[in-house]
């Protein structure tokens, strides 16, 4: 709110009176000259020195306009063939200022990182192009728009702050600066605008259009960058900007051709625009744009269009609505309120939303208050009332009940005042700084909004003639504060004047202008009644002499007006009330009381009467309000009664009562009607002619929790935290029924479908039953201990759902209306989650239930009648890259047709999941900052309806490429509910009040929904699918049941076979002859003999391939060059031999088309970390040795998550390998040694075993230095590589030895798409086939050397081998899957018994083939998410899947269901056993028996797992993302690390085991600290840890628990340190403070801000050695910055001492990033030398600097290969280890001066340590750490 004054526009040059040149600054020839275009002055600037003829505002440099609106409009006219410039400063959010300049001396766009040039070109359309730059002769007045937030984003990757400072340099001139966060189109009248989703230049920036002429042939619109990121594929024939506005792309480009589109290019640097010339020709065809580069954006970026719609990821989450003006524009997002003030309605992405656009209008509003319940006027007329309603103004017609709206506020209205003509209305909102608006009330138009000098407005009053606004308020110190306001001018396009202002210390409690002298005004509050005058500027004011009365409390005033309705100022009386029952009336012309009267309660019934009382005489009643009119006097009182008098008060003329205190009356102007206002939310009027009160509007006073619609009788249920239920009519908004319970609060609440009843939830976990006809409680049922979090029906109106606080679920038989409880279940829902009306769902055919729980992290899917769970969803994993557990906050059934759940989710998003599978359909990223408590989808799909904080968002459903949503504003606090109407036609909102909407879409009678299946319904009693023996090819589906469960829950299941083939075998309709290639790329090798390969599929007329059912084929062995090509026919039902491999088969139309290249999350892929970099050739560089030499690697901490199917173990042996990075671990499982087997140039994918266990092969993906990727073959006896082969151009993606081991099959990764096959013989190449569409895995079958099976999109591909000598041919048949498994893909298999072949699918199938047969005859549902490995051994299989589910199942009777086809039913499958890991589960080995095994998963765990004990064991744990930081115990027993996933984890350091382990959720570990050894005994050792959110925590090590939490830095730490007797923590932040803290109590005692700017990348403190250095201290210390500087210090933090000892800079050339990260400055001092320090940091050299700090200057440099990215000297030894960004490590001897390299990690090495003892080094890279032997020591 801070910045809503600038809203919606800001004319700068009025603002800061440029004309007076005392906030801004002239310079050279500039003058004000008149213009004969605009028809007004404007200011010429002109001069042959741009430099030296200016404009600049503001006048100081130091100072700032702080302006931050998001587009800066220019208003501009270059002066013919001159050049001219326009200089921006412009501050981002961090401060950093950026010089943006436009100008047509430039040539060409350049930049750095404080300056950007664009080139702004004007030229004519002539052929030629010396002339470009200057400006033409017939230049013409510009717009120039300028989106400064976009600027910064895209060129400098900066969030934008706000405007600092603005030059415009000759020549040129200009009319005016103009700021706004609305976008602007100068072009659009207000009669186009109307029908256009834009916003039309106000008329204050318009340039002015003669009558008859076209805006585009006088003016120029230039707008950069344009809105749209993508360059438009054809012209834009809707236009919003002028077509003379292109772009340069970036550099010394020649210009490109004119565009027919109106926007500009996005991604281009320089507006260019063209002035057409005499000669061009209007009928110039249009010339599309060519392409400019591609622009890769940070996730900060805020208004980058969706091209893909709500339902993908984007790349943009939504960001957070802050809307504070009638035109807002936030992230992104621009919120638009009509002209009308009608419909509050926001665009996000691109400017051509859904249509309609708006789809909602407000209708009505049921509500009244909100900040208070004084605020209720009569208009003029006497027709309407105004009140507000939150932060709507509501205007309502007191004969027909029809309302309007003032919309703008985005906080309660505190205040509201009508001039005397129904011109003007005011109001200001409650919240600090606060806001006024002034309104065109007859329009709804805003005509002026304005920030108030007062802090807090409590009361506004206007004269008569609407010229002044008087307001009373406090100012922040809470001083009473009065402002008069000139606003005569406002009507005329002007603005709002501040007249006058003062303070005063007289308590103010109502305040108003006179209606006789605009001059003067009245006021009163706690003992004093003041009157005022403005005169000359100033307001004064003097005290009416009250007497006796001067300790009243007065609470409002009111004038007394003459009976002709002329003013009488020698006549005029003033009336006040007090709190004690006094009315006093005071002669204003005097200054006297004339009568004062005290209303007294009567002691007979009959009502009070009139007396004259002292003050002795007992309590009054107390007065809140009164008004006055020529006849009578209305009060309103806290006894709930309005009264009416006669202005002498002799007798009582009327009187009402109310529910509630009166808090609020006015007469209306004719007298005949009074309106009050009560406390509790009622607002009405008393017609004193017929004596009949009329009800206005009831409200609830407290915030809605939850609503309810009845359609028949449309009626809407509310429940709110004031402890009531109520009940409306939609049609006329008015209250039916009010429940109150004063003890037990009402939770939740739903209508019955079919009868007059409604339910109620309570907090005491009571449900109740109510009737509308009876309006009473019918029944009352209390199954639940504790409150009830949700409530809600079936549509027919047979079960009642209810759940509690307490995790309980309860199902209710509503059959009768004496309904019943049928079960209650415990533990089912999520425990102590909210109320919401979200909490339960029930689908729209009224089978499923859905909700959140048990945990919040999961989803279950129930069916309705009988509580079977179907389904349960795991939310929390949905995302396995984020390290954030996701909860879920809300669910919602789609239609019924259509078979979605959506789901609202912690993170901001709503995924939309398969009701019956649980996969993962679209989701929608980033749909609000703050969780949605409440989303609703309509009956035809087309809406999504979102409660998204205070706003609404609808989004177009239907629509997968949808811009963005619409937003709607106008409730001041979060809304927890929202839904539709039961006729689809309103949508009703609720939080502060509840709102009406009306949906402005038409209703489509026969809607189509997205994504739904083939038209075929089962029904409620639909049994099982018939068993057909022509649907060969389908199963059916069922959910697999559990232990737990007494029988399997059944789901009907609707599939058809695939039109066009039946699985049978047909001849092929076409042959050909095969291609023939000696290239490596397409023989998947480096060098060889010529193989044949199959055609490339995809090449026109050739996509057969991927659509053949039950086609055959095969891939040849190589063949000499010599050979004949032969063709062969294919047989039916046979295997078959054919050369020259073509499509055969029959299509299968479902595959059919354009093959899909998206690949789901689950598919079995290799995602390395990064891209590997390989050390480049240099001296001295070698893997590790095995012995001998500097270094020894002892140990290897972490496995690859990242990889697949990479780990083996063989229990029979004992073997066990793993790969971490680059290397293949092999370790002893009981004694924990490891071998090291290296080699590899890149990170290792995947690991195979042959069955003999005499053979392991590796495989890797390319690297920097190779361009296939390595296969390396090892001897397990012997660890050594046997052969290196190099089978594929991309990452191998799984391996497999055949059952005889003489063959080794390859599968190259969805790029490579290759299979091929080596003879383990010699490793010689001996097929290899390009695969037709992604594989995802590949099994021989262990019974069958001969045969092979590969999975992957959408079918099963079988191999046949066959031997002929030396040849062997692959025969080839692939089957389709059937449509009843589901849509996913195959993502792993394995074989089962004889002729079994089980298949896991990204949807968490696993289904069963026969592979005699060639067809799938059971499937059954094994997990929520993809099924990504599978094992089978005896009876028993394994699935692991991507949710961390390992499940064992028994699946002995599978065998005897093959022979039941189509009729074979999945309950005989049982699951055993289930363990839920940390993560996906991406590789296992178990042992024949299947009873225990070793299983790895994402998160760089490996598991031991025992089924009989049911217990999983950690065996290797690394951390899951990059490792910040090692820190060792004094005694060298263990040592800790910290990483960017929360965990600070303590190993032992002669096992590397983990012992410990800290985590904390949602937050990085950035660095560590282990406290020195004399700060106690061991047993109180501490670790010290810094986070991403400022906060340091300390840790006891002994204890294992946290002892302390401090938060010293406001931004992310990145060194922490102890001193070194560890009473103190020195920490150093990313923006260059170094805290000095106690660990002991938290408190921070210091902070040093000499390397502000830079972020602290060292702190190293050591004992003070050196005497010479002439200073004070028992500690040494320093502190290296990333700007290169290192400074020194001398501490005593005992006697809170510390003095700078020395100051290092170096230099830092232009360049020096090394693989994309800038090398850190780090600095350590010398252990073996106390006066010499060492640093390596970005310099213009490669080297360490050895820096004397007793002789003040460098004695040594030691040559660096490249930058250093880590730093650690050796305490025992001279040596020094050098870690580089290109992977590898380098070990110096600064005594003997020699050095070695080492190789071994897969990146860059960003951290090396050596232990106390020098003994050890630790080395780590990403995730990955090598602890190396340092021999001799």
């Known amino acids: 709110m801070a910045r809503a004054w600038q809203h919606p526009f800001l004319n700068v040059f009025r603002h800061f009176r440029v004309d007076e040149w005392k906030r801004s600054a002239k310079q050279g020839d500039v003058a004000v000259v008149t213009d004969k275009t605009l028809k007004g002055a404007v200011y010429r600037i002109r001069g042959s020195v741009s430099a030296a003829n200016y404009i600049q505002l503001p006048k100081s440099s130091t100072q700032s306009l702080g302006l931050t609106g998001r587009y800066l409009y220019v208003l501009f006219r270059p002066l013919p063939s001159k050049h001219f410039v326009i200089h921006l400063d412009v501050s981002s959010k961090d401060n950093q200022v950026i010089r943006v300049s436009f100008s047509n001396l430039f040539k060409e766009f350049k930049s750095t990182a404080t300056w950007l040039q664009f080139p702004l070109v004007l030229e004519a359309r002539t052929p030629q192009r010396d002339l470009v730059g200057l400006a033409p002769s017939g230049a013409r007045w510009t717009c120039l728009q300028l989106d400064l937030q976009d600027v910064l984003l895209v060129y400098l990757n900066r969030c934008y702050g706000h405007l600092k400072s603005i030059r415009l340099c000759a020549s040129l001139l200009v009319r005016n600066l103009y700021t706004s966060d609305l976008c602007f189109e100068p072009a659009i009248s207000g009669a186009q605008w109307a029908k256009l989703p834009v916003t039309p230049m106000p008329r204050e920036m318009a340039f002015p259009v003669p009558k008859g002429e076209s805006w585009h042939d006088r003016y120029i619109h230039v707008r950069f960058p344009s809105e749209s990121l993508k360059v438009p594929s054809k012209p834009i024939e809707k236009s919003c900007s002028p077509p003379e506005a292109v772009l340069l792309g970036p550099g010394p480009q020649p210009l490109p051709c004119p565009v027919a589109s109106s926007k500009p290019v996005r991604f281009s640097v320089s507006p260019v625009v ?356 020529p006849a009578m006097c209305a009060v309103g009182s806290e006894d709930g009664f309005l009264r009416l008098w006669p202005l002498d008060f002799s007798s009582v003329l009327l009187e009402a009562e109310h529910e509630g205190p009166v808090s609020s009356v006015c007469v209306s102007p004719d007298g005949l009607r009074v309106l009050s206002a009560t406390s509790s939310g009622h607002l009405g009027f008393l017609d004193t002619l017929s004596r009949v009160y009329h009800m206005l509007a009831r409200s609830h006073t407290a915030p809605v929790l939850a609503l309810a619609m009845e359609q028949r009788r449309g009626q809407l249920a509310t429940v709110s935290q004031d402890r009531t239920v109520r009940i409306w009519d939609l049609a006329t908004l008015q209250q039916l029924y009010d429940f109150t319970s004063s003890e037990d609060a009402p939770c939740a609440v739903t209508f019955h479908p079919t009868r007059p009843t409604f339910f109620c939830g309570f907090s005491s976990g009571a449900v109740r039953s109510f009737s509308l006809e009876a309006a009473e409680v019918l029944v009352e ?279 066009g083939g039946d699985g049978t075998l047909s001849p092929s309709d076409e042959e050909g002859p095969c291609e023939e290639s000696c290239d490596p790329e397409g023989l998947g090798q480096a060098s060889g003999p010529p193989v044949l390969t199959e055609e490339e599929a995809g090449r026109a007329g050739d996509g057969a391939w991927a659509a053949a059912v039950g086609s055959w084929g095969l891939a040849l062995p190589p063949r000499s060059p010599g050979q004949p090509r032969e063709q062969w026919r294919a047989g039916q039902g046979r295997w078959c031999r054919c050369r020259g491999l073509r499509t055969v088969g029959a299509r299968d139309t479902r595959n059919s088309g354009a093959p899909r290249t998206t690949y789901l999350a689950s598919c079995k892929a290799f995602t390395p970390a990064r891209v590997s970099c390989s050390p480049h050739s240099a001296k001295g560089t070698c893997p590790p040795p095995a012995s001998g030499g500097w270094l020894r690697l002892k140990a290897v901490v972490g496995y690859s998550g990242n990889g697949r199917a990479n780990m083996v173990w063989r229990p029979d042996t004992g073997f066990f390998a793993y790969t971490c990075g680059r290397l293949v671990v092999v370790e002893d499982l009981h004694s924990g040694a490891q071998q090291h087997w290296s080699g590899h140039s890149a990170e290792i994918s995947t690991l195979a075993l042959s069955h003999s266990a005499q053979v392991l092969a590796s495989a890797s993906g390319r690297s920097s230095t190779t361009a296939h990727c390595q296969i390396r073959v090892w001897d397990v006896s012997g660890g050594l590589c046997q052969h290196l082969i190099f089978p594929h151009s991309t990452t191998v993606l799984a391996l497999a030895f055949s059952p005889d081991d003489r063959l080794l099959v390859t599968l190259g990764d969805h790029d490579g798409r290759t299979l091929a096959l080596w003879g383990t013989a010699t490793y010689d190449l001996v097929s290899s086939t390009r695969l037709p569409e992604p594989v995802h895995g590949v099994a021989f079958n262990p019974w069958d050397a001969g045969e092979l099976t590969c999975v992957g999109q959408g079918t099963v591909t079988f191999w046949l081998l066959q031997q002929r000598g030396a040849d062997i041919s692959l025969q080839v048949r692939r089957e389709p899957v059937p449509e009843a498994v589901g849509a996913g893909e195959l993502t792993s298999l394995c074989y089962g018994a004889p002729p079994l072949l089980y298949c896991g699918t990204s949807s968490g199938q696993v289904c069963v083939w026969d592979t005699r047969a060639g067809r799938c005859f059971l499937s059954w549902e094994a997990d929520d998410g993809g099924i990504g490995l599978l094992l089978f051994s005896g009876s028993r299989l394994v699935s692991g899947s991507s949710t961390g589910r390992l499940r064992l199942w028994a699946v002995g009777a599978v065998s005897e269901l093959r022979c039941k086809g189509s009729g074979a039913r999945s309950s005989s499958v049982f699951m055993e056993h289930e363990l839920v890991l940390d993560g996906a589960v991406v590789s296992a080995s178990f042992d024949d028996s299947v009873d225990m095994g070793v299983v790895g998963t994402t998160a760089g765990t490996l598991w031991f797992v025992s089924w009989a004990e049911g217990t999983s064991t950690r065996l290797i744990s690394g951390h899951r993302s990059k490792v910040n930081e090692v820190v060792f115990s004094p005694g060298e027993s263990h040592c800790a690390t910290c990483s960017e996933d929360g965990s600070v984890r303590v190993w032992a350091l002669a096992s590397m085991e983990l012992v410990i382990q800290f985590q904390v959720l949602n937050q990085s570990c950035l660095c560590l600290a282990w406290s020195p050894p004399c700060c106690g005994r061991p047993e109180q050792q501490r670790l010290a840890a810094g986070y991403g959110d400022g906060s340091l925590r300390i840790f006891s090590v002994s204890r294992t628990a946290m002892e302390l939490k401090m938060h010293p830095h406001p931004v992310a730490l990145t060194t922490v340190a102890f001193s070194t007797d560890g009473q103190t923590v020195l920490s150093g932040d990313k923006d260059g403070l170094v805290a000095v803290s106690h660990p002991c109590t938290g408190t921070t005692f210091r902070v040093l801000s000499d390397h502000q700017g830079a972020p602290i990348s060292t702190i190293c403190v050591t004992c003070k050695e050196c005497e010479d250095l002439g200073v004070e201290g028992t500690d040494l210390w320093l502190a290296a910055s990333g700007d290169q500087r290192v400074s020194v210090w001398a501490s005593d933090w005992l006697r809170n001492h510390c003095e700078l000892v020395d100051w290092l800079s170096f230099p830092m050339p232009a360049t020096t990033e090394t693989q994309g990260h800038l090398p850190p400055s780090l600095a350590a001092f010398c252990p073996w030398d106390g006066a010499l320090l060492m640093y390596v940091g970005p310099g213009v050299y490669k080297e360490v600097i050895i820096y004397n700090l007793c002789q003040k200057q460098v004695v040594e440099k030691i040559p660096l290969p490249f930058f250093a990215m880590s730093l650690s000297l050796s305490p025992g030894t001279h040596l020094l280890a050098v870690g580089f960004a290109e992977c590898m490590l380098r070990l110096v001897d600064c005594a003997m001066g020699t050095a070695q390299d080492f190789a071994g990690h897969d990146n860059a090495v960003h951290l090396c340590r050596f232990t106390p003892s020098a003994r050890l080094l630790f080395t780590a890279a990403r995730n990955e750490i090598l602890v190396w032997e340092v021999p001799g020591l």
């Open 781 to 1059: 049922h209390t199954c639940h201990r504790g409150a009830v979090t949700g409530l809600t029906a079936t549509p027919d109106g047979r079960l009642l759902f209810s759940s509690c606080s307490q995790g309980s679920l309860a199902q209710y038989s509503c059959a009768d209306p004496q309904w019943h409880v049928l079960r209650v279940a415990a533990d089912m829902v999520c425990p102590d989650a909210p109320a919401s009306p979200s909490a339960l769902a029930v689908s729209r055919d009224g089978r499923l239930l859905a909700f959140v729980g048990p945990s919040r992290c999961t989803v279950t899917v129930m069916g309705s009648a009988s509580l079977d769970e179907l389904l349960r969803v795991d939310i929390g994993t949905l995302d396995l890259a984020s390290s954030r557990l996701d909860s879920a906050m809300a669910v919602c059934f789609g239609p019924a047709a259509l078979g979605h759940l959506l789901v609202s989710t912690s993170s901001n998003r709503v995924v939309v999941l398969d009701a019956v599978s649980g996969r993962i359909i679209r989701e929608l990223p980033g749909v609000h900052p703050e969780p949605c408590p409440s989303l609703t989808l309509s009956e035809d799909a087309r809406f999504l309806l979102i409660a998204a904080g205070r706003t609404i968002k609808v989004w177009d459903y239907a629509t997968q490429a949808s811009p963005g949503p619409q937003v709607y504003i106008g409730h001041s606090e979060p809304v927890q509910a929202v839904a539709f109407s039961p006729d689809q036609q309103q949508v009703l909102s609720a939080g502060d009040a509840v709102f009406l909407w009306d949906v402005l879409a038409p209703t489509e009678s026969d809607q189509s929904f997205p994504g739904a299946p083939p038209a075929c319904k089962t029904g409620p009693g639909a049994g099982p699918l018939e068993d057909a023996a022509s649907r060969a090819s389908e199963l059916p589906r069922q959910q697999v049941p559990k232990p737990c469960q007494a029988s399997p829950p059944r789901l009907g299941v609707c599939a058809r076979p695939p039109e």
């Open 274 to 629: 063209q002035t057409p010339s005499p000669t061009a020709q209007s009928g110039r065809a249009a010339l599309a744009p060519r392409p400019f580069p591609e622009v890769s954006l940070s996730q900060e970026r805020s208004d980058a269009s969706n091209a893909d719609g709500p339902g993908f990821h984007s790349l943009e989450p939504w960001a957070q609505l802050e809307a504070s003006d009638i035109h807002t524009a936030a992230a992104g997002t621009h919120v638009l309120t009509h002209e009308s003030a009608e419909v509050p309605v926001a665009r996000t992405g691109s400017c051509e939303g859904f249509l309609p656009d708006p789809v909602l209008r407000l209708k009505g509003v049921i509500g009244f208050g909100g900040h208070g319940t004084r605020q209720a006027l009569w208009t003029p007329d006497g027709a309407a009332v105004v009140y507000p309603c939150h932060a709507v103004i509501v205007v309502l017609l007191v004969d027909t009940g029809e309302q309007r709206f003032f919309l703008g506020h985005t906080d309660k209205v505190s205040a509201l005042a009508l001039d005397g003509s129904s011109s003007l209305l005011a109001s200001a909102q409650a919240r600090a700084p606060s806001v006024m608006r002034l309104w065109d009330f007859q329009t709804g138009r805003c005509l002026c909004l304005f920030r108030s000098p007062m802090h807090v407005v409590c009361s506004l009053s206007f004269s008569d003639s609407g010229a002044l606004l008087c307001g009373v308020g406090k100012d922040h110190h809470g001083r009473t504060m009065v402002v008069a306001w000139g606003t005569g001018q406002v009507g005329l396009g002007g603005e709002v004047v501040v007249l006058a202002k003062a303070h005063t210390d007289f308590d103010v409690q109502a305040f108003r202008v006179t209606f006789f002298d605009e001059t003067r005004m009245a006021s009163c509050g706690q003992g004093s009644v003041r009157l005022w005058r403005l005169r000359g500027g100033v307001l004064r004011s003097c005290p009416v002499d009250l007497g006796e009365h001067h300790a009243l409390q007065f609470t409002d005033l009111a004038f007394k007006q003459a009976r002709d309705g002329c003013p009488e100022p020698s006549a005029a009386m003033l009336f006040v009330c007090s709190r004690s029952g006094h009315i006093l009336e005071i002669d204003c012309q005097r200054m006297v009381v004339r009568h004062a009267r005290r209303l007294l309660p009567t002691r007979t019934p009959g009502g009070p009467h009139p007396q004259k009382q002292t003050f002795s005489s007992g309590p009054g009643i107390a007065i809140s309000s009164l008004s006055v009119s």
